[in-house]
């Protein structure tokens, strides 16, 4: 069953702006991760943040977490042609070793 | 560094024939996982295993079997391919954190 529901679908920008991308999920959660994909191969992660937290950051990376309102968003500053990619969302309920993904973003930055 | 690697990046074959894909990790982690990535549904939890010999169904097991002997190794086993597990296959791992590690993946077609 998908849990997380990126938006949007796709996102096209120039390098040197901002891109944001948005997630959903349904159920209670313990942490929610965002992992990277570069086409055809497998996906890195990018950075977790837990239920109890409202904000992180990783160099350009920058999460914030709703649990009020079941949504997270992965903001990517100052865009670079590498960071073309897909971004997937996963939420971890804490009690199974399972995550769950949702269906990812497929960000493009055009140089 | 992590690092999880699966047999091979391509593979083609033929309905019905008997089909492995190999994942080894070289850190020791208790959990290995299997998923399924289509375009539109995201990756799909197919088996998971927690120690050696031990398995458990994800969300999409059906047609699929799993092995796990060794610590370190993670077998997927399709026993008898059909077309619609034409995919790409990714393969996963982690300790006790809540952050998984992927291998390359391995493109399936089934023909």
């Known amino acids: 069953s998908q849990q997380g529901e990126e938006d949007p679908q796709a996102l096209s920008i120039q390098e040197g702006e901002n891109a944001t991308m948005n997630c959903s999920y349904k159920?209670?959660?313990?942490?929610l991760q965002w992992y990277r994909q570069n086409s055809g191969r497998g996906l890195v992660h990018l950075i977790l943040?837990?239920?109890?937290?409202r904000e992180k950051h990783s160099g350009r990376l920058r999460v914030t977490l709703d649990t009020s309102k079941k949504s997270s968003s992965l903001l990517i500053t100052a865009s670079r042609a590498a960071d073309t990619a897909s971004y997937f969302c996963?939420?971890?309920?804490?009690?199974?070793?399972?995550?769950?993904f949702g269906t990812g973003t497929l960000l493009a930055v055009q140089p | 560094d992590v690092k999880v690697t699966q047999s091979s990046r391509y593979l083609v074959k033929r309905t019905g024939e008997k089909v492995f894909l190999e994942c080894v990790q070289d850190?020791?982690?208790?959990?290995m996982f299997w998923y399924r990535q289509d375009p539109g549904l995201g990756l799909r939890l197919i088996y998971f295993?927690?120690?050696?010999?031990?398995?458990e169904k994800g969300d999409i097991p059906e047609g699929y079997s799993v092995s796990r002997e060794k610590k370190e190794r993670f077998s997927l086993i399709l026993e008898s391919a059909s077309t619609n597990q034409t995919s790409m296959y990714l393969c996963?791992?982690?300790?006790?954190?809540?952050?998984?590690?992927f291998g390359p993946g391995t493109r399936l077609t089934v023909l």
């Open positions: 159920t209670s959660i313990n942490n």
């Open positions: 943040i837990r239920s109890n937290e």
């Open positions: 996963a939420t971890g309920d804490g009690a199974t070793n399972k995550l769950i």
């Open positions: 295993s927690y120690d050696v010999k031990m398995k």
């Open positions: 850190m020791d982690h208790e959990n």
């Open positions: 996963a791992s982690r300790l006790n954190t809540d952050t998984q590690y």
